[in-house]
């Protein structure tokens, strides 16, 4: 008996490893483009699950708390609790809550039977409001985020959140600390999941991702998509051919609860976190923008040196997660502006106004050069011998061979992409097209084996439908100047100077930095095995939770790319 298990084990270990061996590696690279045809039938169906179904319904009772969910700080040791409580309003005439009228507390501990440690947070409610005839005004309610600090690495702890003087505790629920920052030592499984919206396929992608039993899930961008529908309710697939008429683009904020209820079932026991996209803008009265995102989740700003909500960093393990913004002001310098398309100032449309007003804050964001110089910052006090995996996150792709969004974020990939270059980033991950793309290592639109993997996972299932035409399809190259987002700042895409697409803004095949696409909803799962091995793995909603739509070792060559010459010349070269 002892010898069949022994020869059973043997088997099963030499079918592994077999299997891995399989599986390639980027050190096999800069592989042969690969596309795998659409299938049509595996569209799925992008509808969004209406406000009737139970999984969006409001279940608690007065001020018992719901939307519950985890988000980590900047370090192991600390994470964040939020809830809301109370009920949103909508209508003409609204009545904001008093946010002190609940308290913030959470009590926590590493047994279910002894939450003996108790923390105080603070409480906020956000306004949408529509000054124009016939919309609706929108008033949350009230949101709490309670930073739990001292805790253990690697660590279950159970937690209650509420109000205890108003009897109204949530239940029990538990989430695990991320592991201490070293090369040996990193969170099992991180998925990463972008565009998501709350469609039947959203349901499917959250329920195969939950299947994979991740400790962090990343939220490339692009949240709830309220704001593919009117104040009054009414949605559409697509905004702007939809409703062209409103005065200002309008959202249905209450798309935001039902996204809070759906997702408390993942994100009350897997810590999330989240950077902003184009649909979380979100403009509104009084020149404000990103509001519910702002509000509604806690990110550690403050306590990786940043100013904002729009990019900050975090260490999950030995990985240093920095999250970006590229829908503010990400230029070098002011003299570094790509600022060079503007909106007509004589135009009278009350949108094409607020899209100006929002220019001016971006502008005003620009002039300071904040996020650039927070992200020079941020590299610097990265120790790549305790986070040896950087790993940078932001919404729209710098590559990306789809016609959607086609070059779209071109200006913030001239200003930021040497910096990241510079400073060793080993992956990207984006969202913002609907499909999936894995890039060959690549720099400056050349394959370079010290630059960055660029991923990206726009295809979380969200209401716009799939992206699947490819820009360099005959008749699929965009015209230039139709390419860039009014909220981006900038047109920077210019024919290429290079490279075998030299002359044309568009290549006559799939591009040489683009190793596999495929037009598919799905989700991926980054496993850091250790300080140069990580597997990435990228999972279909059609497909069983075991099989795998596209999968490689992603290996790091610190030896071979250094970082510090790199660094160094660059310092060098600007004396
Ligand atoms: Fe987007």
Redesign the pocket.
């Known amino acids: 008996m002892e010898n069949f298990r022994a020869v059973y084990f043997l088997m099963l270990f030499l079918l592994v490893a077999a299997v891995r061996c399989d599986i390639p590696t980027t050190l096999d690279g800069p592989f042969e483009p690969v596309t795998v045809p659409f299938d049509l039938s595996l569209r799925g169906i992008a509808v969004d699950l209406p406000d009737t179904d139970p999984r969006v319904r409001r279940l608690v009772q007065g001020f018992e708390p719901e939307q519950i969910s985890v988000s980590l700080s900047a370090t192991y040791d600390s994470v964040w609790i939020s809830w809301i409580t109370g009920e949103f309003q909508i209508g003409y005439n609204i009545k904001p809550l008093d946010p002190k009228a609940v308290s913030s507390v959470v009590y926590h501990g590493t047994s279910e039977y002894a939450l003996v440690h108790e923390t105080r947070g603070q409480s906020l409610i956000y306004n949408q409001l529509y000054p124009f005839e016939g919309l609706l005004n929108y008033t949350s309610g009230i949101i709490h985020h309670v930073q739990l600090t001292g805790l253990e690495p690697s660590t279950l702890y159970y937690y209650r959140c509420g109000d205890p003087t108003l009897q109204a505790m949530s239940d029990i629920y538990y989430f695990k600390t991320m592991p201490a920052s070293s090369p040996q030592s990193y969170p099992d499984r991180i998925a990463v999941v972008g ?1 998501l919206g709350l469609t039947y396929n959203t349901t499917t992608t959250i329920s195969h991702l939950l299947n994979n039993k991740p400790d962090l899930v990343l939220l490339v ?2 949240v709830t998509y309220a704001n593919l529908y009117l104040t009054n309710g009414t949605g559409s697939d697509c905004y702007s051919c939809s409703f062209p008429e409103t005065p200002i683009h309008e959202t249905y904020q209450p798309r935001w609860d039902y996204w809070g209820r759906f997702m408390q079932n993942l994100v009350s026991k897997v810590p999330m976190m989240v950077v902003e ?3 979380e803008i979100e403009e509104q009265a009084f020149n404000r923008t990103f509001v519910a995102y702002s509000s509604r989740f806690a990110f550690p700003s403050k306590e990786s040196g940043s100013s904002s909500t729009f990019y900050y960093s975090f260490n999950a393990g030995g990985v240093h997660f920095i999250m970006l913004g590229a829908y503010i002001g990400y230029d070098k310098s002011v003299c570094g502006s790509n600022l060079n398309q503007k909106i007509d100032v004589n135009k009278t449309n009350v949108k094409e106004r607020l899209k100006l007003e929002v220019l001016e804050v971006w502008l005003s964001v620009m002039v300071m050069a904040e996020q650039y110089k927070w992200l020079q910052r941020d590299l610097d006090s990265v120790d790549r011998s305790i986070t040896p995996w950087l790993v940078a996150t932001w ?2 792709p710098w590559y990306s061979s789809y016609k959607a969004h086609y070059r779209e974020a071109e200006c913030m990939r001239v200003e930021m992409e040497e910096l990241l270059y510079l400073y060793g980033v080993d992956i990207v991950f984006n ?2 097209v609907h499909a999936y793309e894995r890039s060959n290592r690549v720099y400056n639109y050349s394959l370079d084996p010290c630059g960055p993997l660029h991923i990206a996972v ?1 295809d979380g299932g969200n209401r716009e439908k799939m992206s699947v035409e490819f820009a360099d399809e005959p008749g699929h190259c965009p015209d230039p100047s139709s390419t860039p987002d009014p909220y981006m700042g900038g047109f920077c895409a210019t024919n290429f100077t290079f490279g075998p697409a030299k002359g044309k803004f568009c290549w006559d095949r799939q591009p040489e930095f683009s190793a596999f696409r495929e037009s598919s909803f799905g989700h991926g799962i980054l496993e850091v095995k250790n300080e140069t091995w990580a597997l990435w793995t990228w999972y279909r909603n059609q497909d069983s939770d075991n099989e795998v739509g596209d999968q490689i070792y992603i290996v790091r060559q610190p030896d071979k790319c250094l970082v510090s010459p790199r660094v160094k010349g660059i310092l060098f070269a600007a004396i």
């Open positions: 565009d961008g692009d996209g184009n649909h919404h729209p969202g913002h726009g």
